[in-house]
C-alpha cells in the first residue's frame, strides 16, 4: 500500500496495522529505497545482537571449532557430521582466509551471510522490474523479521538458491537444475524441488541432466575427499534424532507441559538440540514418521494432479515449491527456528511471478508475522521456555501460535496448487 511519502512494510499490513510515514528516500521505489532500506534494517538487525539476542552465534562458534580440530589433526569424518560434505565448500574459504582464527572466520561468515542476502536482493530486484516491488519489498523485510539469526547460520544460502531456482525455471532449466543441485548438496532437502520443475514437460531432459550431471560433481567430491560413511552420515544423523522441543509433533506435549512441568523436562541431546523427554514423547515421535510418510505422499498427489495439465502455470510452480517448503518444516520431527529462511526465497520467487495475486501477498504477510514469532521464541524467550517455570506459560503460548502458523499455511499452499491445477484441467477441457 502506497501514498505520497507513505509505504505500508507488509508485516504491518498483515497484522491491520497504519501505514508508516517515511523519508521520501525510503518510501519511495526506486534503487535508492532498496539500497537504503537494505542498509537501515540490516544495520538495526545486527545491533540487537548487543542486547538479547547474543545467543544466536552459537552455531558459528561450533563451526568454526570443528574446522579447527580438523586441522589440527582431526579427521574429516568426525568433522560436522550432521552436514553433507558440501557445506565445507562454504565453510573453508572464510576459515582460511581468515587464518584459522576462529574470531576471523565468524565474521567473515557472517559478511559471506550478507552477501548472499544483498545478492538475492539485488536478483529479486531485477526480476521485479529494477524497482522496488512486492517480491523486494518482501525480502528486505523477511530477514530482519527473522532476526540476526540469519547471518549466523547456513541456511540463508538454499533459501536464497530455492528463490533463484523459481526465477531460472521457465527461461533457464539448466540453471534452475544446478542451483537445485547445489542447495541439494547443502542441505539435502531441496532435492524434492526436482520433481516440481520436471512439471515442465519441454524443459525435462535439460533439467533432469542438469540435475544428475552437477549432482555426480558434488556426490563424487565427497566420495573422494570423505568416503562413503561420512557422506551418509548427514542420513543417520537425521534418522536417529529425538522429539525436538520446536517441532509440530511436539506442540501437543509442549503445550500441556506449560501447565505441567513436573513430567517432562527439556535438554540439549547428543544431537546438539533441545530435545523432550517422558511420557507420549515415543508415541509422538512415531506420528512423525507418519506425517514425514504423509507429506511426501501428498507431495507425491499434488505433483501428479499438476502434472495432468498440458503445462502448469508458473503460479503452480511457485505453490508447490513453497508447499514442499512447508511440508518438509511441519511434518519433520526437528525444526530449528533457521528453517523458517527456507521460506523466504520460494516466496520472493513467487511474488515476482505473480506479486499482484492476493493469495501470494497474505502468504508473504503469514510468513513476515511466523518469522517474526519465531525470532520472540528464539532467541528472545527460549531460556523462558526451557529454564523459567513463571514465564512457560507465555513463552509456550508463543511456540504454539507460531506452529499453528506454519500448520495453516501448510493447508493454504496446498490448497492453492490443488486449485490451480483444477483451473489448469477446466481450461483444457
Not at 567473515?108 to 542476502?117: C, G, I, K, P, R
Amino acid at each position: 500500500m502506497t501514498t505520497t511519502g507513505v509505504r505500508t512494510p507488509p508485516v504491518r499490513a498483515a497484522v491491520g496495522l497504519p501505514p508508516l510515514r517515511m523519508p521520501p528516500v525510503l518510501a519511495g521505489t526506486g534503487t535508492s529505497s532498496v539500497v537504503w532500506l537494505w542498509v537501515m534494517l540490516r544495520s538495526v538487525t545486527l545491533m540487537s545482537l548487543v542486547g538479547l539476542e547474543h545467543d544466536v552465534v552459537g552455531d558459528v562458534v561450533y563451526y568454526g571449532r570443528s574446522l579447527a580440530a580438523w586441522f589440527d589433526g582431526g579427521a574429516i569424518s568426525n568433522t560436522l557430521i550432521e552436514y553433507p560434505p558440501p557445506v565445507l565448500l562454504l565453510l573453508l574459504p572464510p576459515f582460511l582466509i581468515g587464518g584459522l582464527n576462529q574470531i576471523a572466520f565468524g565474521l567473515l561468515f557472517v559478511l559471506a551471510m550478507l552477501a548472499v542476502d544483498a545478492g538475492f536482493t539485488a536478483l529479486l530486484w531485477r526480476a521485479d522490474g529494477r524497482r522496488r516491488g512486492s517480491a523486494v519489498d518482501f525480502w528486505l523485510w523477511f530477514v530482519p523479521c527473522v532476526g540476526p539469526l540469519a547471518y549466523f547460520r547456513f541456511d540463508l544460502v538454499p533459501a536464497a538458491l530455492a528463490g533463484a531456482a523459481v526465477l531460472a525455471a521457465v527461461r533457464r532449466p539448466a540453471l534452475c537444475a544446478v542451483l537445485t543441485a547445489t542447495g541439494a548438496a547443502l542441505k539435502l532437502w531441496p532435492a524434492l524441488m526436482l520433481p516440481i520443475f520436471l512439471l515442465r514437460r519441454g524443459d525435462r531432459r535439460r533439467v533432469l541432466v542438469a540435475f544428475v550431471a552437477a549432482g555426480a560433481v558434488y556426490l563424487g567430491a565427497s566420495l573422494a575427499v570423505a568416503g562413503l560413511d561420512r557422506t551418509l552420515s548427514p542420513l543417520r544423523w537425521q534418522s536417529v534424532r529425538g522429539l525436538q522441543i520446536e517441532s509440530i509433533p511436539a506442540t501437543p506435549l509442549m503445550l500441556v507441559r506449560g501447565f505441567s512441568t513436573s513430567h517432562w523436562h527439556l535438554r540439549v541431546s547428543r544431537y546438539k538440540a533441545w530435545e523432550i523427554f517422558g511420557p507420549g514423547v515415543g508415541f509422538f515421535g512415531g506420528v512423525a514418521s507418519l506425517l514425514t510418510v504423509a507429506g511426501l505422499v501428498l507431495l507425491a498427489l499434488l505433483w501428479w494432479r499438476a502434472d495432468r495439465a498440458v503445462e502448469p502455470a508458473p503460479a503452480t510452480l511457485g505453490w508447490m515449491l513453497l508447499t514442499t517448503a512447508l511440508v518438509i518444516t511441519v511434518t519433520n520431527k526437528t525444526l530449528s527456528p533457521q528453517y523458517i529462511l527456507w521460506l523466504g526465497g520460494p516466496v520472493g520467487g513467487l511474488l515476482c511471478r505473480n506479486g499482484r495475486d492476493p493469495m501470494v501477498r497474505r502468504a508473504a504477510g503469514l510468513i513476515l508475522v511466523t518469522a517474526l514469532l519465531t525470532q520472540l521464541l528464539f532467541p528472545i524467550l527460549y531460556h523462558q521456555l526451557t529454564h523459567k517455570p513463571f514465564m512457560v506459560v507465555p513463552a509456550t503460548l508463543v511456540l504454539v501460535a507460531r506452529n499453528a502458523l506454519l500448520v495453516y499455511l501448510t493447508w493454504m499452499a496446498a490448497r492453492q496448487v490443488w486449485v490451480l491445477s483444477a483451473q489448469s484441467l477446466s481450461s483444457e477441457a
